[in-house]
């Protein structure tokens, strides 16, 4: 960012999902809603919670509401280096191109350390939503 704003933590996680991303979108902006995230301020400044899609499958939208593969994802190392600890041969539907060879050309500017892996196990005993069987988020 050009924003100058203190380090932050970054992960991502893989849910099943079988709702339009547009619903899954609208739910991410309720929970950011919920823990106290205002939108409209600073672009790409300070917040407290920021929660994204980065990739939908092999999916490729461009739509006002919603880009998918997330526009700036091949551009930022904190986005790409949890998903390729997910699942390190990823492509990029957009360009057609391994998440792992779009690290190789960010610059070593962005500078990134990993503070710990999280257990899945952590996430359900805190409560915090788990994929349900239909598809979708739910509260535990």
Same mark, same amino acid.
């Given at each position: 960012s050009t924003v100058t704003q203190?380090?932050?933590v970054n992960c991502a996680a893989t849910i099943a999902w079988r709702?339009?991303?547009?619903? %899954?979108? &609208?739910?991410?902006?309720?929970i950011e809603a919920e823990m106290g995230r205002v939108r409209g301020k600073i672009r790409d400044g300070p917040r407290g919670i920021d929660l994204? !899609? %980065?990739?939908?499958g092999s999916s490729i939208l461009f739509d006002p509401l919603l880009t998918i593969p997330h526009p700036q994802l091949? &551009? &930022?190392k904190f986005a790409l280096l949890p998903c390729?600890? !997910?699942n390190p041969d990823l492509i990029h539907p957009a360009f057609n191109k391994p998440l792992a060879a779009l690290l190789t050309e960010i610059g070593a500017e962005q500078q990134i350390r990993l503070l710990r892996r999280i257990d899945p196990q952590e996430i359900v005993k805190c409560g915090l939503e788990t994929p349900s069987k239909k598809g979708?988020?739910?509260?535990e």
């Open positions: 203190d380090d932050f709702d339009s991303p547009f619903v %899954l979108l &609208r739910r991410l902006n309720e994204d !899609i %980065l990739l939908c091949h &551009r &930022r390729l600890e !997910i979708g988020i739910v509260k």
